[in-house]
């Protein structure tokens, strides 16, 4: 028995949700859906971004709508003009099977006379921004005066995006005796006092504790200078070679020059912000759902309802002036039951907001150093070896192979191996050989703050050793539990396993020198569902993400990296296998656009016309200056 049909839901509903692919509900819709359909009530409802809101509130109200009267009888805000839109799909696919429920979406940017056209037509369901709604009603072209249901999504982004007025005119339009549900992540004084104001003993609902953070997020933070906060970005990103990402910084013009610069940078990104057009913001955010974008640089507004699958990180270049907004950036990430990291690029001066998030989030920050030059190397030179391994051959080039072989037949198998990796990485390498590596803070920094904290320094003596493994996420693995599986098989103690790093195909972890032998005994005589498991020790030690030791990154360039791997890693290129939204700068800088157009013109108008001559990407690219020391922005317009 699917676990919906326990809900109350109605025949036509519970088919929708099987073409949907729903298998459960999440817990807010397991609390929240009952109640609504049982009794008429109105609710708060306090739970994290991704947690399945739409659709706790969504099933409820099309099956308690009269379908028969084209009156509006349900009103549904929301903070923008993506989650306006987005809510508005959702609830068409719910009510597929219900005849006669029509759903209008009422937004800025669009015409308001079609809007108003469409709305008169019958709209049991409107979905609107506050903006926009109140323009309706003073144009006297919307009539909620006798809906039965008001439901306010994100209710505390809307407030903090500066419409309290508006919602309380909206709802000063409202029949008394209506429902009001209102869902939210956060419940600060503005919300609390709405809910006084136009509720009636509201059943309250909570998923976790109130404004805490998501349980399926991480969070992590990285201290650097402030010149530094470009190029630990880059960093970042070229150490994670997977990621999908939404990079949040505070202003309109940050938001464009980082985008810029990482686009410049060969990076697969773009910008999103308010000066965009509606066709600008919809071209990028379907280039971003199709991957086609790598990394989405966004301001907290334009980013608000962005509901993306499979993001895996979420990186604040910039930690926002509100610390509640926090939590609704890493809800970004973390979604329908998956892992996601939020990571944090701070400076010495915002370290304080890092234990006022901690507060409200109700979790605790990892501290890490940017990873060093060496490292990042290694893992990209890893994950290149696995691309090329995956790889389907296309059988088109059989008919080239005797030219091929004729030029590489004096070649051996390993002298092949390392020019064709040098081929993608020679340029890669250099950049890192010529560019310091940036955490260089002092022990005593470090050090002050955990102290200050009372964090638990992990494996204090400096002296790990870190190994490189043959499985990754391809093998259903995140860090914690590949952790515990290397705990189980290894026999070791809590905290005898760590630094666990979990790529692709391949993994890093590491341990006190005094369990190598037994690692490398063990795990090289164990078989993961029929396939050896080979480990090797890693000539990276893993320095430059230590956690609480105050150690800086370590490694040299000098010879090759561990195992006998050699040479050096550059990300995608001429040799490399091509794959949606991957990401890291590319050694042809004149190579011909990724899918998507992102590489020479792209969608939104976000074009560099800078020149780009052959043999440019010879040159390092040129490292940006900070971005994060902006004034504190004014207040959004509304929608």
């Known amino acids: ?40 009530t109105d609710m708060v409802a306090l739970a994290q971004t991704g947690t399945g809101k739409t659709a706790a509130f969504g099933f409820p109200v099309i099956q308690k709508i009269d379908a028969n009267n084209r009156n509006t009888q349900a009103l549904i805000l929301s903070p923008t003009r993506e989650l306006c839109l987005q809510i508005t799909n959702e609830i068409k696919n719910y009510s597929k099977y219900e005849k006669g429920i029509n759903v209008v979406a009422v937004y800025g940017g669009a015409s308001i006379t079609d809007q108003a056209r469409d709305i008169k037509r019958g709209a049991q369901i409107i979905v609107a921004t506050p903006g926009r709604m109140q323009d309706m009603i003073n144009r006297g072209l919307v009539n909620i005066s006798q809906i039965n249901f008001c439901i306010l999504d994100e209710a505390d982004e809307m407030l903090n995006m500066g419409f309290y007025e508006d919602i309380v005119n909206i709802l000063s339009t409202t029949p008394d005796e209506k429902n009001t549900w209102l869902f939210s992540a956060t419940m600060p004084a503005e919300v609390a006092r709405i809910g006084k104001q136009f509720m009636k003993d509201p059943i309250e609902i909570t998923v976790g504790a ?60 773009a910008a999103l912000h308010g000066d965009l057009s509606q066709a600008q913001r919809d071209g990028v955010m379907k280039s971003f759902r199709g991957r086609q974008i790598q990394m989405l640089v966004a301001t907290d507004v334009a980013a608000r309802g962005i509901d993306v699958d499979n993001i895996t990180h979420v990186v604040n270049y910039q930690l926002p002036d509100e610390i509640e907004t926090y939590n609704h950036r890493s809800g970004r990430t973390g979604r329908a039951g998956k892992l996601g990291t939020s990571i944090v690029i701070v400076t010495k001066s915002e370290l304080r907001k890092i234990s006022s998030i901690e507060r409200i989030i109700k979790q605790k920050f990892e501290e890490k150093t940017i990873p060093s030059g060496i490292e990042i190397c290694e893992i990209q030179l890893l994950h290149l070896a696995n691309k090329i391994k995956d790889t389907e051959v296309d059988h088109e080039i059989d008919t080239y192979l005797p030219a091929i072989n004729s030029v590489l037949e004096d070649l051996s198998k390993e002298e092949l191996i390392k020019k064709m990796v040098s081929v993608e990485f020679n340029r890669f390498i250099n950049y890192y050989k010529k560019n310091r590596d940036i955490s260089n803070q002092s022990n005593s920094e470090r050090r002050d703050r955990n102290d200050r904290d009372g964090a638990p320094r992990e494996n204090n003596n400096g002296g790990a050793t870190r190994y490189f ?9 995140d860090w914690m539990s590949l952790k515990d599986y290397l705990k189980e098989t290894l026999d070791l103690g809590r905290d005898d396993v760590f630094k666990v790093d979990v790529k692709e195909g391949f993994s890093f972890f590491n341990t006190d020198p005094e369990h190598t032998d037994k690692v490398m005994e063990v795990l090289n005589n164990v078989q993961l569902e029929g396939r050896r498991i080979n480990v090797e020790i890693s000539k990276n030690d893993g320095g430059g993400r230590r956690d609480h030791n105050g150690r800086n990154s370590g490694g040299s360039f000098g010879g090759s990296f561990g195992g006998g791997r050699s040479s050096a890693p550059r990300r995608e290129g001429s040799f490399a296998p091509r794959r949606e939204g991957s990401g890291g700068f590319r050694s042809d800088r004149n190579s011909a656009p990724r899918e998507g157009g992102f590489g020479g013109r792209r969608e939104g108008g976000f074009s560099s016309d800078r020149s780009r001559t052959e043999g440019s990407s010879d040159r390092a690219p040129r490292r940006s200056e900070s971005f994060g020391d902006s004034p504190r922005p004014r207040r959004p317009r509304r929608d």
């Open 1 to 40: 028995m699917n676990k919906f049909e326990q809900l109350g839901l109605s025949e036509s509903l519970l088919k929708a949700i099987l073409d949907l692919g729903f298998e459960s509900p999440t817990e807010v819709q397991e609390k929240a859906i009952p109640l609504l359909l049982e009794k008429d």
């Open 210 to 269: 109130k404004n805490s953070g998501s349980a399926t997020v991480s969070h992590e933070f990285y201290l650097v200078n402030a010149r530094d906060r470009y190029e630990a970005l880059k960093r970042l990103a070229d150490s994670n070679p997977d990621i999908f990402s939404v990079v949040f910084c505070r202003t309109k013009r940050d938001t464009q020059a980082v985008a810029e610069k990482l686009i410049e940078d060969g990076y697969s990104a």
């Open 469 to 477: 493994v043959n499985i990754g996420s391809r093998d259903n693995f």
